[in-house]
């Protein structure tokens, strides 16, 4: 069996089962942007050296030819089987352990998910609390020095971080429904950009440019089983395969598209809900955007 030398770092955190180098590329990009807040100079290079020790390796040379090993090995699952791997073991229950309160501080802050996201992290006593924007702050707890999860039992959701030498977390991974998003920490202006160009939307209750087109080609799509995936992010893609057949059988049942009516900006994740009426059905659509023409999520459910 194949031996790795690790640095001695205390507290490193270890690889997933299945490493993806492109996670690790997310990673280091993310400690770079933070980095250069506070020294426009610094380098990708220190920025990935930081995430190998992270991981207990001395250089991220050594930490790239681990990974690379590890997922090319002839037992490295698809995207699909890993999304249902992580699935089940974010669904897990989970067990709470004592960690010293004084690591809590060094993770208190603002990650940026996405340009319309942000999660939000408190300390609360000796405990942390976390916002998804949009949402409400939610009780944390340790399953160990760095990952964290949901107290309320409902949510299958965990947040890991990230440190750098001084104790101060660069980044957190949300994993949740089959899927790990890593977001870098971002100072408290751009957190409160961020949220207020979200309000201001919701605000305007318009649609994004380009999201009923977006529509009108999905649903088009649909209906004839010849999806473009490269219009769909990938989280997308992987939902709208899996359920295909399903859905081209009911939208085929429905008949055609009557009228498509936008009732306005969801307050929970920030989606454009259109009203679809079918010759046969009323739909509720829920559309957010990764770009001009990709759909970032989409969903549908039938009206009475």
Known sequence: MAVSVRSSVADVRPLPERPSLEHLRNEAKSRLKFLRASDPTAQL????????RAYGFP?????????TRLSSSPVFENALTKSERLRIEQALSRQEVAIDPAILDGYVGYYELNQKSIISVQREG??????????????????????????????????????????????????????????????????KFVERLREERQAASEPLPGSEDALRRLIELTRTGTPDYALMSERLAHFFKEQLRDNMRAMQAWGDVISIKFLGVSKTDDSDIFEVDFAAARTEWRLTMAGPEKIGTASIRVLP
Not at 45 to 52: C, F, M, P, R, Y
Not at 135 to 141: D, E, Y
Not at 172 to 189: I, S
């Open 59 to 67: 250089s991220w040379r050594r930490l790239h030819a681990e990974v």
């Open 45 to 52: 290079s220190t920025a990935q050296l930081e995430i190998a």
């Open 126 to 191: 000796n405990e942390l609390i976390a916002r998804l924007t949009g949402q409400t702050f939610l009780s944390l707890a340790p399953e160990s020095n760095s990952k964290f999860f949901y107290r309320n039992s409902h949510i299958c959701a965990q947040l890991s971080f990230i440190t750098g030498i001084e104790g101060i977390a660069t980044t957190v991974t949300l994993h949740q429904n089959g899927w790990e998003q890593t977001a870098g920490r971002v100072e408290e202006d751009r957190a």
